[in-house]
């Protein structure tokens, strides 16, 4: 069984949740996640991320439930705009449901900047695509953090990032499961050395496909990007018997540790109890 010696300085971690999908999700596969966070040996953090598609359809029933089960976290909770969270209503909509001045808004972290984006028009058969203004927006806030890390938690990770077999996995390769405009968005976070980090969901990927948590180095600074699997379900097909994992990011200043939680079995995920992949950040 893990120990306490095994888990992450407080002061400096996050926890990150995929993909929810409350209205599809069964209410057991929920629960089993609040029981878990309750253990003594999972660890406390400075605020939990919740990487959009909270919910399924974005109706008022599920945020209702949602926001139920996000009041329930024992520290901070934040959430990002998913696809399915806008189907059929604007991001000003789903904003003011969740108490955000807009689906773009930051937050201090302590050891870090998170910045939230996310698109601004419901989604329903149209790409995930950060406008014009949000990336002026982003520009901006980078440029007054600058000394500060910034942690940006967006929907859909930068393409060619997770990937995994196109057969069994949605991965970044495709063009439904990436950020657009990719090419712009990298030239922002270039632009800014304290754009440390590009945490997403959406591609609801298992935890040992490639890429998940990858490094790309723009203008002379690396950028961690990290993907945050998903509760609902993983791969092309739902199970029941998907295992419930979610992401411990811990910021140590020049390197990043990323830790997995399998809160179905509640245990730590790898040999030993215990996967721990380091990142050098310098």
Request: net charge negative.
């Amino acid at each position: 069984m893990p120990t306490k010696a095994y888990l992450p300085p407080p002061e400096s971690t996050v926890h990150l949740i995929g993909d929810v999908h409350i209205g599809g999700i069964s209410p057991e596969r929920c629960q089993a996640v609040l029981d878990d966070l309750d253990k003594e040996m999972v660890p406390t953090t400075v605020a939990h991320v919740q990487l959009g598609d909270m919910t399924d359809l974005g109706t008022p029933e599920q945020d209702a439930l949602a926001l139920e089960w996000l009041k329930q976290l024992d520290a901070p909770w934040y959430n990002v705009l998913g696809n399915h969270d806008n189907f059929w209503r604007d991001a000003s909509e789903w904003a003011a449901v969740y108490g955000w001045p807009s689906q773009n808004y930051t937050a201090d972290l302590g050891f870090a900047k998170l910045i939230a984006v996310g698109p601004g028009e419901p989604s329903w058969g149209k790409l995930l695509r950060l406008s014009d203004d949000t990336l002026a927006w982003l520009d901006n806030e980078l440029t007054h953090a600058r000394g500060t890390d910034c942690l940006i938690a967006c929907h859909a990770p930068l393409a060619e990032t997770v990937l995994g077999d196109d057969e069994i996995h949605y991965t970044s390769r495709t063009p439904g499961f990436q950020i657009h405009d990719n090419a712009a968005i990298l030239e922002v976070l270039a632009a800014h050395d304290n754009a440390t980090a590009w945490i997403s969901g959406h591609t609801h990927s298992p935890i040992d496909v490639p890429g998940l948590v990858t490094t790309r180095v723009l203008g002379g600074h690396t950028l961690v990007a990290i993907n945050t699997s998903a509760l609902y379900y993983v791969g092309k097909r739902i199970t029941w018997t998907a295992p419930l994992i979610t992401l411990y990011l811990t910021w140590l200043g020049d390197r990043a540790q990323v830790r997995f939680r399998n809160h179905g079995a509640g245990v730590w995920d790898g040999p030993h109890g215990l996967r721990v992949i380091d990142i050098d950040l310098s």
